[in-house]
């Protein structure tokens, strides 16, 4: 019997604070705004071990999320010959704040998911207008809320718009969010398998298996 997730999409309400870049003559007025709601203030980072998280986005990109919160745009020029060329733009800081996300799984489209312990779900999209340095800016929606109640989910991973969150008790629940019209479609929370795992031992059913097999594919095709 098919399941449905409980969990609503929370539309476009509650739009948060786009990333700066460094050197922004905002970022002043950017921070008391940030104080003021509760944002968590920038933490220093051990620069023998400063990411706590890295993110592909597809084409070669890698964005590092340092521990102070800056996001850290890298893009392996050579990832179809599997050679070592890096663009020459790679370690370009293109915002900050981000250390304040559990999670961030991003897209070929510059879009980054970012899960916030409160389990709401922010979309950001950087859009690069020169994969040799870089540059490029944010898109105007950068920041808003597309959904909430993840936190129910001890995993969570996704790419280009597929979010996969898995339960403790090993259901797999599929949505997918369509950044052209901003919505998620009408499988928003469909369960499409179980995942079990004891202490790092994965088995699947063949429902979990063929839908996994499918996300990993896509993510290699897109880089």
């Given at each position: 019997?098919?399941?449905?997730?409980?969990?609503?999409?929370?539309?476009?309400?509650?739009?948060?604070?786009?990333?700066?870049?460094?050197?922004?003559?905002?970022a002043d007025t950017r921070a008391a705004v940030e104080r003021a709601a509760g944002t968590p203030a920038a933490a220093t980072y051990d620069p023998q071990q400063r990411f706590i998280q890295v993110v592909g986005g597809g084409n070669g990109v890698l964005y590092g999320i340092r521990a102070d919160g800056a996001l850290v745009w890298y893009r392996h020029s050579d990832?179809?010959?599997?050679?070592?060329?890096?663009?020459?733009?790679?370690?370009?800081?293109?915002?900050?704040?981000?250390?304040?996300?559990?999670?961030?799984?991003?897209?070929?489209?510059?879009?980054?998911?970012?899960?916030?312990?409160?389990?709401?779900?922010?979309?950001?999209?950087?859009?690069?207008?020169?994969?040799?340095?870089?540059?490029?800016?944010?898109?105007?929606?950068?920041?808003?809320?597309?959904?909430?109640?993840?936190?129910?989910?001890?995993?969570?991973?996704?790419?280009?718009?597929?979010?996969?969150?898995?339960?403790?008790?090993?259901?797999?629940?599929?949505?997918?969010?369509?950044?052209?019209?901003?919505?998620?479609?009408?499988?928003?929370?469909?369960?499409?398998?179980?995942?079990?795992?004891?202490?790092?031992?994965?088995?699947?059913?063949?429902?979990?298996?063929?839908?996994?097999?499918?996300?990993?594919?896509?993510?290699?095709?897109?880089?």
């Open positions: 019997m098919s399941r449905r997730n409980p969990l609503r999409a929370a539309g476009v309400a509650g739009t948060a604070l786009p990333p700066l870049a460094a050197g922004d003559a905002r990832w179809q010959a599997l050679k070592t060329g890096w663009a020459s733009g790679s370690g370009r800081i293109i915002g900050n704040g981000f250390h304040q996300f559990l999670n961030v799984f991003g897209s070929a489209d510059g879009s980054l998911y970012c899960l916030r312990a409160d389990g709401t779900l922010r979309r950001y999209r950087y859009v690069c207008s020169d994969l040799e340095t870089g540059a490029g800016s944010w898109a105007d929606a950068s920041g808003v809320q597309i959904g909430s109640g993840f936190h129910r989910y001890p995993r969570l991973f996704g790419f280009t718009g597929y979010v996969y969150g898995v339960t403790a008790d090993g259901d797999v629940y599929a949505y997918r969010f369509n950044p052209a019209t901003g919505t998620w479609t009408d499988a928003y929370g469909t369960h499409v398998g179980n995942v079990i795992t004891f202490n790092g031992a994965l088995a699947t059913d063949s429902a979990a298996s063929t839908i996994l097999r499918n996300v990993f594919a896509l993510a290699l095709r897109d880089g």
